[in-house]
């Protein structure tokens, strides 16, 4: 977004389905975390006016990140696609509904996941040829990102129109952690000499505790016809 400083997101507001998404909006706002644009249904970006209902850290506006909606009919998707650097990506999800006394009801069930080897080898010291010490192999700049998420909607059976939606997500994004936990993910050498690694394992843990979202979201929406 334009007109603001490069800090990150410390002047616009990260949402997921109109939720705050960053792990400390009000706190933190400039804290590094995106959900998956891969599997998003849509991104909405908001600007002037109509940002300042969503919190302070709005200076620069807001994004929206919107997923796939669910519906009270039958829907069905899968893609799947490979590229270069090993690059494996799936996206699918149904969605299924009914109705009768009780209102009507409506489930969604996706999966998104994506893996690759990265684009770039850090076994190679740039410029020289030789190998970084540790590594073993080229996986080091690989990903993987695993995203399953289940919505369930339920119109009630009422005059006025009142909708009850519910959604769980899990958003993984792990880096090789199960096959190398033990091996180096980053070699770090300071300017006085000091030294530190750390595995895949730790960075796994750390990536648990900052960037993986488990988050339920419960809206209830009153509309008068």
């Known amino acids: 977004l334009r007109g603001v400083n490069t800090l990150r997101s410390a ?16 706190s933190a706002p400039d804290a590094y975390y ?6 998003m249904h849509s991104i909405e970006v908001l600007k002037g006016t109509s940002q300042f209902r969503y919190g302070p850290h709005t200076t620069g506006g807001v994004i929206n990140y919107q997923t796939t909606p669910v519906e009270l009919g039958e829907k069905y998707y899968l893609r799947t696609s490979y590229g270069s650097f090993n690059d494996k990506v799936t996206h699918a ?19 998104y996941y994506r893996e690759n080897d990265g684009f770039h ?76 690694k750390i595995t895949y394992n730790e960075m796994f843990v750390e990536l648990e505790q900052e960037g993986s979202k ?3 979201n419960i809206r209830f929406r009153l509309f008068d016809d």
């Open 121 to 196: 080898d850090f076994n190679i010291e740039p410029g020289t040829g030789v190998n970084r010490k540790g590594y073993g192999s080229d996986d080091a700049g690989g990903l993987m990102q695993f995203n399953p998420m289940v919505k369930l909607l339920w119109q009630l059976p009422t005059t006025m129109n009142n909708t009850l939606e519910i959604k769980a997500s899990y958003n993984a994004l792990d880096i090789h952690q199960e096959s190398k936990s033990e091996k180096p993910a980053i070699l770090w050498e300071g300017e006085d000499g000091t030294y530190r």
């Open 214 to 216: 488990r988050k339920v």
């Open 34 to 39: 995106s959900p998956l644009a891969g599997k």
């Open 93 to 111: 999800y149904a969605n299924y509904g009914i109705s009768g006394g009780f209102g009507a009801v409506a489930i969604l069930g996706e999966v």
């Open 11 to 26: 002047a616009i507001t990260m949402m997921e389905d109109e939720v705050n998404i960053a792990p400390a909006p009000y």
